[in-house]
C-alpha cells in the first residue's frame, strides 16, 4: 500500500517558477489545441466506432517520442513514455460521443450522421465534452514531453473507447493493458461539466460516481384478439403493474436517505391497436454507491416481475425474463490519501477558490474499472467546470441551471477549461512522478 506523508504534495512540482514554464507551455499550445478541439467536436464518433480520433491521438503521441500501441481493447490508444527510475502514472481520456442530434447553434457543431456497431446511422454529438478530455491528453502530453527534466518515471497515456456504453475500460483491461503495459502506481481522469463554471475544480473524496446497472426484462403474455382478452394474459397491462411496482424499490425498499435509482427508460411491444401481444421489453437504468444497495435492487426486481407475472396467472413457461446487461459498471471510488494529496497539490497550482468540493453524481464511469483489477491500482478522477461563467451566474441568479452533459443543448467553451484540464493534469503528474 502506497502511502503519503503529510506535507508531501509540497515539492518542486508546485513551485511558483515551474508553474509559470508551464502555464507558458500551455499558452503557446493553446491555438492548436483549440484547433483540435473543434475538429474533434465537430467530427464525434460512437461508441467502439472512435478510429479517426484514435488514429489523431495515436499520431500526436509519437510525434511526441511516445511508443504507440493502437487497437487496444478495439479502438484504443495507449503511449508509453519512459524517463528513467520512478512511478509509473496512467493518464486517462475517453473518446466516444453520443447519439444525439446537437442543438446548440455553435459554428463547430456538429453535424455528423455516424454508423453505431448495428451499421444504423445516428447523429452523434461530443453532448458530455470527452472532445475536451481527448485534446487536454494531448495538451497534456506536449507539456511533459517538455518538460522531461521536471519528472521521472513512466507515463501511460491511453485513449479509451465506449465509456459512454461503460464497455471500453473493461475491454482495454481484457486485452492487456495492465499486462502488456507497464503496470501504473497511479491512474488519474477528469472529467468536464457543463453546469460548472469554466476554471473550477470539483473533488469528491469517495465516490464520485455511482455504479450502473442496466437491466433488460422482457414482459412475457399469451397474445389474441383484443376483443377478447379472456383467452389472453396482456403482457402490456402486467407491463405496466411491473412499472408503477418497481417505484416502491427506492421508497419502500431502500433505507431512508441511501441514494438509489431505478428508472423504465423504454417499453417496446404490441403491434396493432386490436392485437394483444406476445411480449413486452422494458430497459432500465439503475444507480447506487454502495454494492448491497444495487444486488438488493437487482433482487427486488426479479421478484416483483415473477410475482406480478404469477399473479396474473401467466403460465410457468412464459414469466418474464430478467437479464443484467453488459452495459453496467461498479461504483468509482476515488483513493482517499491520493485524493487529499491531489486536493493540496491543485490548490497550490490554482488556489484554494477554484478547488472545491463537488457532491457525488449518480452518474456512472468506467474508470471505476482501473481501480477494481486484482492490482488494486489507486484511482483518482476530478471534475473540471465547462460553463460559460456569465452564463452560469445568470442562471444561478433564476433559480434555474444550464443543459446538462448528454443534453443536446449541452455547451462547453474551450476558454479557460483546456488550459484547466491540462493545468491540473499536468499538477498530478508533476507532483506523482516530479524530480524530488
Same mark, same amino acid.
Request: proline residues 6%.
Given at each position: 500500500?502506497?502511502?503519503?506523508?503529510?506535507? #508531501?504534495?509540497?515539492?518542486?512540482?508546485?513551485?511558483?517558477?515551474?508553474?509559470?514554464?508551464?502555464?507558458? %507551455?500551455?499558452?503557446?499550445?493553446?491555438? &492548436?489545441?483549440? *484547433?483540435?478541439?473543434?475538429? /474533434?467536436?465537430?467530427? @464525434?464518433?460512437? =461508441?467502439?466506432?472512435?478510429?479517426?480520433?484514435?488514429?489523431?491521438?495515436?499520431?500526436?503521441?509519437?510525434? /511526441?517520442?511516445?511508443?504507440?500501441?493502437?487497437?487496444?481493447?478495439?479502438?484504443?490508444?495507449?503511449?508509453?513514455?519512459?524517463?528513467?527510475?520512478?512511478?509509473?502514472?496512467?493518464? %486517462?481520456? !475517453?473518446?466516444?460521443? /453520443?447519439?444525439?442530434?446537437?442543438?446548440?447553434?455553435? @459554428?463547430?457543431?456538429?453535424?455528423?450522421?455516424?454508423?453505431?456497431?448495428?451499421?444504423? !446511422?445516428?447523429?452523434?454529438?461530443? #453532448?458530455?465534452?470527452?472532445?475536451?478530455?481527448?485534446?487536454?491528453?494531448?495538451?497534456?502530453?506536449?507539456?511533459?514531453?517538455?518538460?522531461?527534466?521536471?519528472?521521472?518515471?513512466?507515463?501511460?497515456?491511453?485513449?479509451?473507447?465506449?465509456?459512454?456504453?461503460?464497455?471500453?475500460?473493461?475491454?482495454?483491461?481484457?486485452?492487456?493493458?495492465?499486462?502488456r503495459f507497464p503496470k501504473p502506481d497511479f491512474a488519474l481522469a477528469?472529467?468536464?461539466?457543463?453546469?460548472? $463554471?469554466?476554471?473550477?475544480?470539483?473533488?469528491?473524496?469517495?465516490?464520485?460516481?455511482?455504479?450502473?446497472?442496466?437491466?433488460?426484462?422482457?414482459?412475457?403474455?399469451?397474445?389474441?384478439?383484443?376483443?377478447? @382478452?379472456?383467452?389472453?394474459?396482456?403482457?402490456?397491462?402486467?407491463?405496466?403493474?411491473?412499472?408503477?411496482?418497481?417505484?416502491?424499490?427506492?421508497?419502500?425498499?431502500? %433505507?431512508?436517505?441511501?441514494?438509489?435509482?431505478?428508472?423504465?427508460?423504454?417499453?417496446?411491444?404490441?403491434?396493432?391497436?386490436?392485437?394483444? &401481444?406476445?411480449?413486452?421489453?422494458?430497459?432500465?437504468?439503475? %444507480?447506487?454507491?454502495?454494492?448491497?444497495?444495487?444486488?438488493?435492487?437487482?433482487?427486488?426486481? +426479479?421478484?416483483?416481475?415473477?410475482?406480478?407475472?404469477?399473479?396474473?396467472?401467466? $403460465?410457468?413457461? +412464459?414469466?418474464?425474463?430478467?437479464?443484467?446487461?453488459?452495459? =453496467?459498471?461498479?461504483?468509482?471510488?476515488?483513493?482517499?490519501?491520493?485524493?487529499? +494529496?491531489?486536493?493540496?497539490?491543485?490548490?497550490?497550482?490554482l488556489g484554494d477558490r477554484r478547488v472545491v468540493p463537488a457532491p457525488?453524481?449518480?452518474?456512472?464511469?468506467?474508470?471505476?474499472?482501473f481501480g477494481r483489477t486484482v492490482h488494486r491500482v489507486p484511482i483518482?478522477?476530478?471534475?473540471?467546470?465547462?460553463? !460559460?461563467?456569465?452564463?452560469?451566474?445568470?442562471?444561478?441568479?433564476?433559480?434555474? =441551471?444550464?443543459? =446538462?452533459?448528454? &443534453?443536446? /443543448?449541452?455547451?462547453?467553451?474551450?476558454?479557460?477549461?483546456?488550459?484547466?484540464?491540462?493545468?491540473?493534469?499536468? *499538477?498530478?503528474?508533476?507532483?506523482?512522478?516530479?524530480?524530488?
Open positions: 500500500m502506497l502511502t503519503f506523508g503529510p506535507g #508531501a504534495h509540497l515539492h518542486a512540482a508546485a513551485a511558483p517558477e515551474l508553474r509559470d514554464v508551464v502555464a507558458a %507551455r500551455i499558452a503557446a499550445e493553446y491555438p &492548436s489545441l483549440e *484547433a483540435i478541439y473543434k475538429q /474533434l467536436h465537430a467530427n @464525434p464518433e460512437l =461508441s467502439f466506432m472512435e478510429t479517426k480520433t484514435a488514429a489523431l491521438v495515436a499520431k500526436e503521441l509519437r510525434a /511526441l517520442g511516445f511508443e504507440v500501441t493502437e487497437k487496444v481493447g478495439n479502438t484504443g490508444v495507449v503511449g508509453v513514455l519512459k524517463n528513467g527510475a520512478g512511478p509509473t502514472v496512467l493518464v %486517462r481520456a !475517453d473518446m466516444d460521443g /453520443l447519439p444525439v442530434k446537437e442543438l446548440t447553434g455553435l @459554428p463547430w457543431a456538429s453535424q455528423a450522421v455516424v454508423k453505431d456497431m448495428a451499421g444504423r !446511422d445516428q447523429p452523434a454529438m461530443h #453532448a458530455c465534452g470527452h472532445d475536451l478530455h481527448v485534446t487536454g491528453l494531448i495538451g497534456t502530453a506536449r507539456t511533459l514531453a517538455a518538460l522531461k527534466d521536471q519528472w521521472q518515471g513512466t507515463l501511460v497515456f491511453i485513449a479509451q473507447p465506449a465509456e459512454e456504453i461503460v464497455a471500453g475500460a473493461r475491454a482495454m483491461l481484457t486485452d492487456g493493458l495492465y499486462t477528469l472529467h468536464v461539466s457543463s453546469v460548472r $463554471p469554466a476554471g473550477q475544480v470539483g473533488i469528491v473524496e469517495g465516490t464520485p460516481y455511482a455504479s450502473v446497472a442496466s437491466v433488460d426484462i422482457v414482459v412475457q403474455g399469451v397474445g389474441g384478439h383484443g376483443s377478447q @382478452p379472456q383467452t389472453t394474459r396482456d403482457p402490456i397491462v402486467l407491463a405496466a403493474q411491473i412499472v408503477t411496482a418497481l417505484q416502491t424499490i427506492v421508497s419502500r425498499e431502500t %433505507r431512508p436517505g441511501t441514494p438509489a435509482v431505478v428508472t423504465v427508460g423504454t417499453i417496446q411491444g404490441g403491434t396493432k391497436r386490436n392485437i394483444i &401481444s406476445e411480449s413486452v421489453k422494458l430497459e432500465l437504468t439503475l %444507480r447506487a454507491f454502495e454494492d448491497k444497495v444495487m444486488e438488493g435492487m437487482i433482487a427486488s426486481i +426479479r421478484r416483483i416481475c415473477d410475482g406480478t407475472a404469477r399473479a396474473a396467472g401467466v $403460465p410457468e413457461d +412464459r414469466l418474464p425474463v430478467v437479464t443484467v446487461t453488459s452495459e =453496467s459498471t461498479p461504483v468509482t471510488v476515488n483513493d482517499a490519501a491520493l485524493t487529499r +494529496r491531489m486536493t493540496g497539490t491543485f490548490k497550490a497550482w457525488p453524481t449518480t452518474g456512472g464511469e468506467d474508470f471505476s474499472e483518482f478522477i476530478w471534475g473540471i467546470g465547462a460553463a !460559460d461563467p456569465a452564463k452560469f451566474e445568470a442562471a444561478n441568479k433564476k433559480g434555474e =441551471s444550464l443543459p =446538462s452533459n448528454h &443534453s443536446p /443543448l449541452a455547451t462547453f467553451v474551450p476558454d479557460p477549461t483546456l488550459q484547466t484540464c491540462i493545468t491540473t493534469m499536468t *499538477a498530478a503528474v508533476l507532483d506523482l512522478a516530479g524530480k524530488k
